[in-house]
C-alpha cells in the first residue's frame, strides 16, 4: 500500500482523502472499538511504527488515541476510540506486539481492562508499595486510596530444573544509576531467562503537568531525563505549538535542529563511554568521558546549561545563539568528534574489546520489526526507522541527515551505529550553522484551547508527545512516550542465551534510560 487512499481503503474508512495533506500533518480515524485489532493488523503490514497509547479521560468515560507514523512522507495516523465507564478495548497486543506495554500501563494508571491481553497489573505500581484499585490517572484520584494495602512481592523463578538459580541485579547499584532490577535465571554460566522489572520511581510527570502554563509544563518535562532533555522538550513544544496553531520562525527551527544534534553527539560519545567501561577498559572509557565533559562544556558555555535545560520554548527559543557563536560552538563540536572517531578507531582494532561484543546480545530484525524498536537499538538490527528522515521537523527537511544502519543486531553493530551517528551530527553541525536565517527565534502562541502531536528523533529513538490544552492555554493532558519505553520492552531477548559476564556490556550498548520509565 503505497498510497494513503489504498491504506484508508484496507482500514475500511469511509473518511474521504484530504486533497492534499501537507508533511506533518496527523489524520484522525474514529473507529468503533470492535475493528481497533482489524486496524492494527493492517497498519502493522503497512509498516506503520505505533508511538504509543494516549488515555484521556472525558467525564465519567475514556478516550484512546493511537499514533501511529508512516513511511514515504505519509501523514501520521491516530485512531481514536471512545470507552464508556466499565467498559473494556480489545488488546491490539497479539496483533502488534509493540503495544504492549503501552496497554499494561493504561491499566495500571487509568484502570481501563484490555481484554485478551495475556498479562496485566504490577507493572508501573508495583504491588509491593500500590493497593489494588488506586489509578493516579484518573481526575478523582486521592492520594489516600494509596493508602491500601499493599501486596507482597516475590520474584519469580522461571527455570525450575535441579541446580538452577535466579540473580537479582538491582534495583540498587552503585554510581548514579537509577533504579531498575533483572532477574535472571541460569543453570550455570549462561542467562536462561531475563525478566525485566523498572519502574521503582513512579514520579507522575504527566499528572503534575495538569493546570501547568507551557513554560512551566516544557521545564517538567525537559527533567524526564537530562541526557535527552532537549529532544524531550522540543516534542513537548511541537505539541503545544500544533494544539494552539503557533507558528515558528524559521531561524527558531534551524536552531533546534542545530542544538538536537549536539545534544546526539553528547549522547552518543556517553554511550560509547559506558560500553568501555562495561568492558574494563580504564584508559579509553576515561578518554570517552572527556569528550562527554567537552561536549558538556561547550553547551554550558553556549547555551547557559550543561544539558540545554531552559533553551526550548513554546513558539521556538528561549534565547537566540548569533551566526558567529553557532560557527564556533561547531567547530569546536567537531574537532571533540574527531578525537572521539581517533579513539574509537583504536577500539576496532583491539581484538580483545571486540571479541567482547561480537555476535553478543543479538537482536535479529524479526524481533526488532514485532517489538517496534527504535533509534540506534532498532537500526543496528535492520529496523530503519528515524522520524528525521520519515516524518521531518524543525530543519530535517532541508537539511536531510545520512540514516546510520546496520544487519547484524549484535553489540558490535549497536556501537557501530552510534558511532557513525555521532559522526553524522558532527558534519550536519557547521551546516546548520552556515544556513542560519535572519530574524527572530520566539513566535506568538495563541491562548485557546486544542490538542496536537509532537515528534522528535531523540538520541535514543523516537520522542513523541501529546498535549491537549484548556481554555485558557494550560495544559489538560500531556502523554509523553520516550524511545527507552520502546527499547526496554525487548532488551530481555538480547541478554538471554549469552554468559552473565556480558551481561553489563549488552546493557550498556543499549544505551538506555531508566529515569524515562519512571515519568
Same mark, same amino acid.
Given at each position: 500500500?503505497?498510497?494513503?487512499?489504498?491504506?484508508?481503503?484496507?482500514?475500511? /474508512?469511509?473518511?474521504?482523502?484530504?486533497?492534499?495533506? @501537507?508533511?506533518?500533518?496527523?489524520?484522525?480515524?474514529?473507529?468503533?472499538?470492535?475493528?481497533?485489532?482489524?486496524?492494527?493488523?493492517?497498519?502493522?503490514?503497512?509498516?506503520?511504527?505505533?508511538?504509543?497509547?494516549? /488515555?484521556?479521560?472525558? $467525564? *465519567?468515560?475514556?478516550?484512546?488515541?493511537?499514533?501511529?507514523?508512516?513511511?514515504? *512522507?505519509?501523514?501520521?495516523?491516530?485512531?481514536?476510540?471512545?470507552?464508556?465507564?466499565?467498559?473494556?478495548?480489545?488488546?491490539?497486543?497479539?496483533?502488534?506486539?509493540?503495544?504492549?506495554?503501552? @496497554?499494561?500501563?493504561?491499566?495500571?494508571?487509568?484502570?481501563?481492562?484490555?481484554? $485478551?491481553?495475556?498479562?496485566?497489573?504490577?507493572?508501573?505500581?508495583?504491588?509491593?508499595?500500590?493497593?489494588?484499585?488506586?489509578?493516579?490517572?484518573?481526575?478523582?484520584?486521592?492520594?489516600?486510596?494509596?493508602? *491500601?494495602?499493599?501486596?507482597?512481592?516475590?520474584?519469580?523463578?522461571?527455570?525450575?530444573?535441579?541446580?538452577?538459580?535466579?540473580?537479582?541485579?538491582?534495583?540498587?547499584?552503585?554510581?548514579?544509576?537509577?533504579?531498575?532490577?533483572?532477574?535472571?535465571? !541460569?543453570?550455570?554460566?549462561?542467562?536462561?531467562?531475563?525478566?525485566?522489572?523498572?519502574?521503582?520511581?513512579?514520579?507522575?510527570?504527566?499528572? %503534575?503537568?495538569?493546570?501547568?502554563?507551557?513554560?512551566?509544563?516544557?521545564?517538567?518535562?525537559? %527533567?524526564? $531525563?537530562? &541526557? $535527552?532533555?532537549?529532544?524531550?522538550?522540543?516534542?513537548?513544544?511541537?505539541?503545544?505549538?500544533?494544539?494552539?496553531? /503557533?507558528?515558528?520562525?524559521?531561524?527558531?527551527?534551524?536552531?533546534?535542529?542545530?542544538?538536537?544534534?549536539?545534544?546526539?553527539?553528547?549522547?552518543?560519545?556517553?554511550?560509547?563511554?559506558?560500553?568501555?567501561?562495561?568492558?574494563?577498559?580504564?584508559?579509553?572509557?576515561?578518554?570517552?568521558?572527556?569528550?562527554? @565533559?567537552?561536549?558538556?562544556?561547550?553547551?554550558?558555555?553556549?547555551?547557559?546549561?550543561?544539558?540545554?535545560?531552559?533553551?526550548?520554548?513554546?513558539?521556538?527559543?528561549?534565547?537566540?545563539?548569533?551566526?558567529?557563536?553557532?560557527?564556533?560552538?561547531?567547530?569546536?563540536?567537531?574537532?571533540?568528534?574527531?578525537?572521539?572517531? +581517533?579513539?574509537?578507531?583504536?577500539?576496532?582494532?583491539?581484538?580483545?574489546?571486540?571479541?567482547?561484543?561480537?555476535?553478543?546480545?543479538?537482536?535479529?530484525?524479526?524481533?526488532?520489526?514485532?517489538?517496534?524498536?527504535?533509534?540506534?537499538?532498532?537500526?543496528?538490527?535492520?529496523?530503519?526507522?528515524?522520524?528525521?528522515?520519515?516524518?521531518?521537523?524543525?530543519?530535517?527537511?532541508?537539511?536531510?541527515?545520512?540514516?546510520?544502519?546496520?544487519?547484524? *543486531?549484535?553489540?558490535?553493530?549497536?556501537?557501530?551505529?552510534?558511532? +557513525?551517528?555521532?559522526?553524522?551530527?558532527?558534519?550536519?553541525?557547521?551546516?546548520?550553522? &552556515?544556513?542560519?536565517?535572519?530574524?527572530?527565534?520566539?513566535? !506568538?502562541?495563541?491562548?485557546?484551547?486544542?490538542?496536537?502531536?509532537?515528534?522528535?528523533?531523540?538520541?535514543?529513538?523516537?520522542?513523541? /508527545?501529546?498535549?491537549?490544552?484548556?481554555? +485558557?492555554?494550560?495544559?489538560?493532558?500531556?502523554?509523553?512516550?520516550?524511545?527507552?519505553?520502546?527499547?526496554?520492552?525487548?532488551?530481555?531477548?538480547?541478554?538471554?542465551?549469552?554468559?552473565?559476564?556480558?551481561?553489563?556490556?549488552?546493557?550498556?550498548?543499549?544505551?538506555?534510560?531508566?529515569?524515562?520509565?519512571?515519568?
Amino acid at each position: 500500500m503505497n498510497t494513503l487512499a489504498e491504506l484508508l481503503h484496507a482500514l475500511e /474508512c469511509d473518511a474521504a482523502v484530504p486533497a492534499a495533506i @501537507e508533511s506533518g500533518a496527523v489524520l484522525a480515524l474514529p473507529l468503533p472499538a470492535a475493528r481497533l485489532p482489524h486496524a492494527a493488523h493492517v497498519l502493522a503490514r503497512s509498516q506503520a511504527h505505533l508511538a504509543g497509547i494516549v /488515555c484521556e479521560q472525558r $467525564n *465519567g468515560s475514556f478516550a484512546l488515541r493511537y499514533p501511529f507514523w508512516l513511511p514515504r *512522507g505519509l501523514p501520521w495516523l491516530e485512531l481514536v476510540i471512545d470507552v464508556a465507564p466499565g467498559g473494556t478495548v480489545p488488546s491490539i497486543s497479539p496483533r502488534l506486539f509493540a503495544a504492549d506495554w503501552h @496497554e499494561r500501563e493504561i491499566e495500571d494508571l487509568f484502570g481501563l481492562i484490555f481484554s $485478551n491481553h495475556p498479562f496485566l497489573g504490577n507493572f508501573v505500581l508495583h504491588d509491593e508499595v500500590w493497593p489494588e484499585q488506586a489509578f493516579p490517572m484518573r481526575h478523582d484520584f486521592a492520594f489516600t486510596d494509596a493508602d *491500601g494495602a499493599p501486596s507482597p512481592y516475590q520474584p519469580q523463578q522461571m527455570l525450575q530444573a535441579e541446580g538452577a538459580f535466579l540473580m537479582p541485579v538491582g534495583p540498587v547499584y552503585g554510581g548514579v544509576s537509577e533504579a531498575g532490577q533483572f532477574l535472571l535465571d !541460569t543453570l550455570g554460566e549462561e542467562i536462561t531467562h531475563c525478566q525485566t522489572r523498572l519502574f521503582y520511581k513512579y514520579r507522575g510527570i504527566e499528572k %503534575r503537568a495538569e493546570g501547568m502554563v507551557a513554560a512551566d509544563a516544557l521545564l517538567l518535562v525537559e %527533567r524526564m $531525563n537530562g &541526557t $535527552n532533555a532537549f529532544a524531550h522538550a522540543l516534542a513537548a513544544a511541537q505539541a503545544i505549538e500544533r494544539a494552539c496553531d /503557533c507558528s515558528v520562525p524559521a531561524r527558531a527551527q534551524t536552531l533546534r535542529s542545530f542544538w538536537a544534534e549536539l545534544e546526539r553527539l553528547r549522547s552518543h560519545a556517553a554511550t560509547i563511554a559506558g560500553l568501555c567501561k562495561s568492558t574494563a577498559l580504564a584508559v579509553p572509557t576515561s578518554l570517552a568521558y572527556q569528550r562527554v @565533559e567537552e561536549l558538556l562544556r561547550l553547551s554550558g558555555r553556549h547555551a547557559g546549561h550543561r544539558y540545554l535545560f531552559g533553551l526550548i520554548a513554546a513558539g521556538g527559543l528561549a534565547f537566540d545563539l548569533d551566526d558567529a557563536a553557532a560557527r564556533e560552538l561547531a567547530a569546536q563540536a567537531q574537532a571533540v568528534a574527531r578525537r572521539l572517531a +581517533d579513539l574509537a578507531e583504536e577500539l576496532l582494532f583491539d581484538n580483545s574489546f571486540i571479541d567482547r561484543l561480537e555476535e553478543v546480545g543479538v537482536i535479529d530484525a524479526k524481533v526488532a520489526r514485532r517489538y517496534g524498536l527504535v533509534g540506534p537499538v532498532g537500526r543496528a538490527a535492520g529496523h530503519v526507522s528515524d522520524l528525521r528522515r520519515e516524518q521531518p521537523y524543525a530543519a530535517y527537511a532541508e537539511c536531510t541527515p545520512r540514516v546510520a544502519q546496520a544487519a547484524e *543486531g549484535d553489540n558490535l553493530a549497536r556501537l557501530r551505529v552510534f558511532l +557513525d551517528e555521532a559522526a553524522e551530527s558532527a558534519r550536519l553541525l557547521p551546516l546548520l550553522a &552556515t544556513q542560519l536565517p535572519a530574524g527572530t527565534v520566539r513566535g !506568538t502562541c495563541a491562548t485557546r484551547a486544542g490538542a496536537g502531536l509532537g515528534w522528535t528523533e531523540a538520541p535514543a529513538g523516537a520522542s513523541t /508527545c501529546f498535549a491537549r490544552l484548556d481554555a +485558557d492555554g494550560r495544559i489538560a493532558r500531556l502523554r509523553l512516550m520516550p524511545p527507552a519505553f520502546a527499547n526496554w520492552h525487548a532488551y530481555h531477548l538480547a541478554a538471554e542465551r549469552f554468559a552473565f559476564q556480558d551481561f553489563p556490556i549488552t546493557l550498556a550498548s543499549f544505551g538506555l534510560s531508566m529515569a524515562e520509565q519512571d515519568r
